[in-house]
């Protein structure tokens, strides 16, 4: 889409060389709506909505997600939100098993987005806040492991040696996560899935490390490179930071950070998946965090991970930042909440931050 998302830095998401094909990463349940300019034929707005199964409150639960919605900005104001949502309504009544309910996320800083989605009015759904989920920006230092680091995690990291055996610890420590994907073979495997369509598009085996003691696993994450099919390009800076981005260029060379592109141009970052560590150990994770980078493809200047607040992870993660953007997860739903989504739950909220 061409639609920026405002901000002092203004983003465009584009999908190339195929926007439907980049959907894969939200798994093979999705639908995307578009709206239509009566007279000219024009793509004036367009969201996604899909499902999968995911793990709450012990259980295995069909939950949707609301996600890509884009208006151009000379037909804001005209009534699109609410007739959009109503089809998406309707999508949802036809559907023959429907999501409990549906998770989407609205940036923290674009209250024109907020204040309209979560106003209630004009038929939409109910946003029911959940938590906030903070994407860090962690600069790629291209270092060998210190022997003493190594030794301090208590554990061993190597590249995956089988899905399977990555979806068996799945199963043991990422149900313990709400909203952790039920994932199967087909959402990695290429040789299980049909038509290239699996959800970790171009991840492979040796994409994702594992950390282990006493050859048990007790961690694993993945690198997830998305830029041949999905990119997120400047549009453009404030007067502000225009002005001041070669000082801060300059500062980031100084200290390690990332510098910020010119305006047109690409985002050259790689995203951490699926950072799942059994018993929360810190060491572990980053011990998984500075290998990726060692890993990242040699153009990359970045790793980007996502944890909600309250996971004992993200404070670790904190530490290897050089800054982060800051999200807000609701449940949203036309027919109210159950109360194991609405009440506090011990156990901590995921999102897979490249499938959103």
Known sequence: TTTPMPGNVSLIFHREPNYFASDCVLGPDRQTVIIRDNQSAEIVAVATRAAREMHVAGEKQRIGYLGGLRIANHVRGQGLLARGFRFLHELHQADPTPPAYYLTTIAEGNLKAGNSLTSRRAGLPTYHPLCRLQTLVLPIRKRRRKVTELRSSGCCVESLSSWGELLDFFQSSGQTRTFFPAYQQCDFDPNSSNGGERTFRNMDLSSILVAKRDDIMIGAAGLWDQ??????????????????????????????????????????????????????????????????????????????????????????????????????????????????????????????????
């Open 227 to 356: 830029r041949s099919f999905r990119q997120t390009v400047v549009d453009e800076y404030s007067r502000t930071i225009t002005s001041i981005r070669p000082a801060l260029n300059q500062l980031s060379r100084l200290v390690g950070g990332v510098p910020l592109p010119r305006a047109g141009e690409s985002l050259d970052g790689c995203y951490v998946s699926f950072p799942v560590i059994r018993n929360g150990d810190e060491k572990v994770l980053r011990s998984l965090l500075l290998r990726l980078m060692e890993i990242a493809p040699a153009d990359a200047q970045f790793i980007l991970a996502g944890f909600c607040e309250g996971d004992p992870l993200l404070p670790v993660a904190q530490k290897l930042s050089r800054s982060q953007y800051t999200t807000r997860l609701y449940a949203v739903s036309w027919n109210g909440l159950p109360s194991s989504i609405t009440e506090k739950t011990s156990n901590r909220y995921y999102l897979e931050l490249g499938c959103l």
